[in-house]
């Protein structure tokens, strides 16, 4: 049965091929028929090619968007967290700096010389007050630069004077005492410097 249905379906394309080369107008028209239809195959996969390459262009062009608002967000993060840090670390600074000058007159009144016994005695009260209060300010982050006899260093002290000596660029006193607040500059020692004086040709002679 099945060999019979294929004979017929031969059969049936000969006849097909006879009559085409028969009819070559008639062949003519059945290709022009099936030519659209691959022209409409042929458009419709370039315009998936064109929707695939728009999608990805797009794809591109969000994660650049999204990747650069992630870099933003952190780098805000680690702003904040790099301020919040500083501001833990330096939050006693203003307080310490307002301290500062009412314990420099404590030394002073305590620095004060005296041959009455009681001012004597309240000197050494305010010196224990003095100590008390510089212990806490230490704690806290205080620090004494330390200038007399030292190089004279600018980024921590301000010479107001400068004086005739031996060595050059001495502190060869301190007119205010300088502190240090962590690693910041509190106050600058007010300082006088030497300044080693320079030897003339005709002097020499």
Same mark, same amino acid.
């Given at each position: 049965m ?28 059945k ?38 608002? !992630? ?18 670390? !330096? ?14 007159m ?18 050494i009260?305010?010196?224990?007050i003095a100590n008390?209060l ?6 806290e982050?205080?620090?004494?630069i ?14 107001v ?6 060595e ?12 240090? !607040? ?24």
């Amino acid at each position: 049965m099945e060999e019979k249905e294929k004979v017929v379906d031969d059969s049936k394309e000969a006849k097909d091929a006879k009559l085409d080369e028969k009819n070559p107008e008639v062949k003519e028209e059945k290709e022009k028929k099936e030519e659209p239809k691959e022209e409409i195959k042929k458009e419709k996969k370039n315009k998936d090619k064109e929707k695939i390459a728009k999608l990805e262009a797009e794809y591109k062009e969000l994660k650049n968007e999204y990747l650069k608002v !992630y870099a933003e967000m952190e780098n805000t993060k680690r702003r904040l967290n790099e301020q919040a840090i500083k501001d833990r670390k !330096y939050a006693s600074q203003n307080v310490v700096g307002e301290l500062i000058d009412p314990v420099d007159m404590l030394i002073k009144i305590v620095n004060m010389p005296s041959d009455n016994p009681e001012v004597k005695n309240y000197q050494i009260g305010f010196q224990m007050i003095a100590n008390q209060l510089l212990d806490i300010l230490k704690n806290e982050g205080l620090s004494h630069i330390e200038a007399l006899g030292k190089d004279f260093d600018p980024n921590k002290m301000q010479a107001v004077e400068t004086l005739e000596s031996l060595e050059d660029n001495k502190v060869l006193k301190v007119m205010q005492e300088g502190y240090m !607040y962590k690693d910041r500059i509190l106050r600058p020692a007010m300082v006088v410097v030497g300044k080693k004086k320079e030897i003339k040709e005709e002097e020499v002679k």
